[in-house]
């Protein structure tokens, strides 16, 4: 592989609250290459969006983080707010969950692109200003006649392409794309998914695209993140994952999947853990069908199954370094149906 653009490592984040501190994401390590689409999944809870915004320095007051987020030789994690702002944009692009909520409504759709480059690229003049916007909304199937209107006057599809439009203006060699196809039809989800990888394609963008479908993974990314309760328990090629996948948690979140040949529904029994107090060892052991006695007690060592797929799980790891005896099944999932209930 190519030397990664973006490079995380052990990176931490946690919230403080009344109750304690939440670890909503627990040293999470994971490269990101130019032109490569990296899918993130996993249940809502389970620190993916937070994740995003850790990379890129969008966390809302009161939380904190520390580990390494390399970026251009920089450590993106403490650094000033200053030099954050200068790198958000032309370098570090985001593209949010609901656009109605990051677009100001008093604002024209001019205005916000005019707004974006005048701060990041001062020199350029007004008409090339324009000349950009237009020409990335355009990309966007945005007409040229819809610059001047206000976020309310267009759909909920329209208004998602102008936020990736956005975040492309200025060309970033990063983006961030916290579930960019969410509420939208599918006709409107698979022509945003060809925007993402034209810009794949024709700019050399690495993309870390956040997302509950399953589907969109398997069609529009390169390599998967199986994240649970602020872990990555599972990352590799998407091919390799969903053919084979090696930790419990990704086979049943794949087993839930409904399709043509669907005949029951099937779900993980349960709940994605308190992150004030996740369970001791490995944090899906309440509501895994294979724990072992070691899952309850001793955090599970990650291991390399195969070049560039890890898993973070006993069942995967040397069996010579599971105590004698803690290889005994752990009837788990009788109690997960029971908190259930």
């Known amino acids: 592989m190519s030397e990664p653009v973006l490079s995380v490592r052990d990176l931490r984040v946690w919230y403080g609250t009344a109750r304690g501190s939440v670890r909503a994401v627990d040293e999470v390590s994971f490269d990101l290459s130019a032109g490569e689409t990296l899918g993130l999944v996993g249940e809502s809870g389970c620190g993916k969006s937070t994740l995003g915004r850790g990379i890129v320095g969008l966390l809302p007051e009161g939380a904190a983080a520390d580990g390494t987020v390399s970026f251009d030789g920089r450590n993106l994690v403490g650094l000033p707010t200053a030099e954050l702002r200068d790198l958000r944009g032309p370098e570090l692009g985001m593209i ?162 409904i399709s043509l040949g669907t005949e029951g529904l099937q779900y993980i029994p349960g709940a994605p853990p308190d992150l004030i107090d996740p369970p001791a060892g490995c944090h899906f052991h309440p509501r895994c069908p294979d724990a072992m006695r070691v899952c309850a007690s001793n955090d599970p060592v990650a291991v390399t199954k195969a070049i560039d797929h890890r898993v973070r799980c006993w069942l995967s790891g040397p069996h010579n370094l599971v105590p004698a005896g803690e290889d005994e099944p752990l009837a788990t999932r009788e109690f997960a149906k029971a908190d259930e209930a």
């Open 96 to 257: 949010f969950q609901e656009p109605m909520t990051r677009l100001d409504p008093l604002m024209r759709i001019e205005d916000h692109f005019l707004e974006m480059l005048e701060t990041h690229e001062p020199g350029l003049s007004r008409d090339e200003m324009k000349r950009r916007s237009m020409e990335t909304l355009g990309g966007m199937g945005i007409p040229p006649t819809r610059f001047r209107h206000y976020p309310h006057e267009f759909s909920g599809g329209m208004r998602q392409r102008i936020m990736i439009a956005l975040a492309l203006v200025l060309r970033p060699k990063v983006v961030v794309c916290d579930e960019p196809t969410t509420a939208l039809d599918v006709i409107v989800e698979a022509q945003i998914l060809g925007i993402l990888q034209d810009l794949k394609r024709n700019f050399d963008t690495a993309l870390l695209l956040i997302t509950h479908n399953l589907g969109i993974v398997a069609e529009a990314c390169d390599r998967v993140a199986v994240m649970y309760a602020g872990q990555i328990v599972e990352e590799g090629p998407a091919r390799r994952v969903f053919d084979t996948p090696a930790h419990p948690y990704t086979r049943e979140l794949l087993r839930s999947i």
